[in-house]
């Protein structure tokens, strides 16, 4: 039975009701006040960028990919039974090909190498167990001011509107 058309285009009902869910509890979280600060979403995507976050997201990607192409062979094995569709239409073979080799295939493969262990020279943080972000050195031929010597400061005071504005003063 092929799926019902909807608003939406060629999203199916399972997906429509996932999003909606998620719009629901986005809105109910807005109204609450209880979503989460800015840099709390920072710090959960800094996660994502090291190796285990990667291989978290190739799994996912690669579990998506592979149900998207099981419903594709299976929408395609119904729209031949019915006699809808010729076994040699090109749009099908070619939607076949890019899930199971493109989209799943550079998924899974891309998973496969992020698990095999061996540092890429990707990132700067593969090899260097812990760190989650780059520093840069930075090095010149001047000493910088100690923490404990106060900077001079510069005072600026606004003129009357009838007035001239006076001259800066160095401290």
Same mark, same amino acid.
């Given at each position: 039975m092929p799926p019902a058309p909807s608003l939406f285009g060629?999203?199916?009902?399972?997906?429509?009701?996932?999003?909606?869910?998620?719009?629901?509890?986005?809105?109910?979280?807005a109204v609450m006040?209880?979503?989460?600060?800015?840099?709390m979403v920072k710090h959960y995507f800094s996660a994502l960028n090291d190796r285990g976050g990667n291989i978290l997201v190739?799994?996912?990607?690669?579990?998506?990919f592979f149900s998207v192409s099981v419903r594709i062979f299976y929408y395609a094995f119904e729209l031949l039974g019915q006699k809808?569709?010729?076994?040699?239409?090109?749009?099908?073979?070619m939607a076949v090909q890019f899930v199971t080799s493109s989209a799943f295939g550079g998924?899974?493969?891309?998973?496969?190498?992020?698990?095999?262990?061996?540092?890429?020279?990707? %990132?700067? *943080?593969?090899? @260097?167990?812990? &760190? %989650?972000? *780059?520093?840069? @050195?930075?090095? &010149?031929a001047s000493t910088p001011p100690s923490p404990t010597t106060p900077l001079p400061a510069i005072v600026v005071v606004p003129a009357k509107p009838d007035e001239p504005?006076?001259?800066?003063t160095k401290p």
């Open positions: 060629n999203i199916n009902t399972r997906d429509l009701v996932v999003l909606l869910i998620l719009f629901t509890t986005f809105v109910v979280l006040r209880r979503l989460p600060e800015p840099w190739l799994v996912l990607m690669s579990a998506w809808k569709l010729d076994p040699d239409n090109a749009i099908l073979l998924s899974f493969g891309a998973l496969l190498k992020t698990m095999t262990g061996s540092d890429s020279n990707a %990132r700067g *943080t593969d090899g @260097t167990p812990g &760190s %989650r972000s *780059t520093t840069t @050195t930075v090095t &010149s504005a006076p001259e800066p």
